[in-house]
C-alpha cells in the first residue's frame, strides 16, 4: 500500500527557514522512474507545483522560488525534505507531497500539512 | 513561462454532462492530467495521459485532447462530483498546474 505522510511545523516566523519531510511507504525513492514532487496550495487557492527529485537524485524546482527552495532525499529513511528560506506571509498554504511514477502524473498524494507564516 | 489555462467555472445540472478545457501551448506533445480535490480533502487523480482512468474512478469521467486543449468529460454528473478540478502537465523538468475549475452540480 502506498503512502506518502507530510510533517512539520504548523507555524513558522517571517523570515525563517521552513522545513517540510515527505515519509514514504509502500515503494522506494530508488526504484527507477520514481520521484516525488512538492505541490502546495494557499487557502481558497490553486495548486502550485515547488520542486521534484528523480530517483537519480536529479532534481528541478519552480523558475519562481528555485532561490529558496532545497529538495533532498534520505532513501534508507524513506523521506523527502524540503526547505524553504526566508518565508513571508504568502507562503501560507498547505503543503502536498505526491509520487510521479515515471509518466505525467502524481498517483499518490499526501493528506497535506497546514504552515501558517506569521509573527 | 508555460501556462495551463481553465475556465474558473462550469455549472451542471444532475444527470446532464460537464465539460471541462485545458489549453495549453505545449498540450499534444505533453500528457494532460487530471486531478479532481472535494473541500478538504488533497487532490485525487482521475485522468492521466490524457484519456486514461485509474482504477477505482468510476467510467462516467473520460479525457480527450484536440490540439492543444484537453478536456475532462463527466457523464451523468453526481452531486457527488462537486468539487475543483486541476489540469497538470510537464514543461520539460518542471511541473505546471492549471488555475483550477469549480464543478457545481446545480
Known amino acids: 500500500q502506498v503512502t506518502l505522510k507530510e510533517s512539520g511545523p504548523v507555524l513558522v516566523r517571517p523570515t525563517e527557514t521552513l522545513t517540510l519531510t515527505c515519509t514514504v511507504s509502500?515503494?522506494?525513492?530508488?526504484?527507477?522512474?520514481?520521484?516525488v514532487s512538492w505541490i502546495r496550495q494557499p487557502p481558497g487557492k490553486a495548486l502550485e507545483w515547488l520542486a521534484h527529485i528523480f530517483s537519480d537524485d536529479e532534481k528541478s524546482y519552480s523558475k519562481s522560488l528555485k532561490s529558496r527552495l532545497t529538495i533532498s532525499k534520505d532513501t534508507s529513511e524513506g523521506q523527502v525534505v524540503l526547505t524553504m528560506t526566508n518565508v513571508d506571509p504568502v507562503d501560507t498554504a498547505t503543503y502536498y507531497c505526491?509520487?510521479?511514477?515515471?509518466?505525467?502524473?502524481?498517483?499518490?498524494w499526501g493528506q497535506g500539512t497546514l504552515v501558517t507564516v506569521s509573527s | 513561462s508555460y501556462a495551463l489555462t481553465q475556465p474558473p467555472s462550469v455549472s451542471v445540472s444532475p444527470g446532464q454532462t460537464a465539460s471541462i478545457s485545458c489549453s495549453g501551448d505545449?498540450?499534444?506533445?505533453?500528457?494532460a492530467s487530471w486531478y479532481q480535490q472535494k473541500a478538504g480533502q488533497s487532490p485525487v487523480l482521475v485522468i492521466y495521459?490524457?484519456?486514461k482512468r485509474p482504477s477505482g474512478i468510476p467510467e462516467r469521467f473520460s479525457g480527450s485532447i484536440s490540439g492543444n486543449t484537453a478536456t475532462l468529460t463527466i457523464s451523468g454528473t453526481q452531486a457527488m462530483d462537486e468539487a475543483d478540478y486541476y489540469c497538470?502537465?510537464?514543461?520539460?523538468?518542471?511541473?505546471?498546474f492549471g488555475g483550477g475549475t469549480k464543478l457545481t452540480v446545480l
Open positions: 495521459q490524457e484519456t
Open positions: 509502500g515503494f522506494s525513492l530508488n526504484n527507477a522512474r520514481m520521484g
Open positions: 497538470q502537465a510537464w514543461d520539460s523538468t518542471t511541473v505546471v
Open positions: 505526491a509520487r510521479w511514477k515515471g509518466s505525467n502524473e502524481f498517483d499518490y
Open positions: 505545449k498540450l499534444g506533445d505533453q500528457y
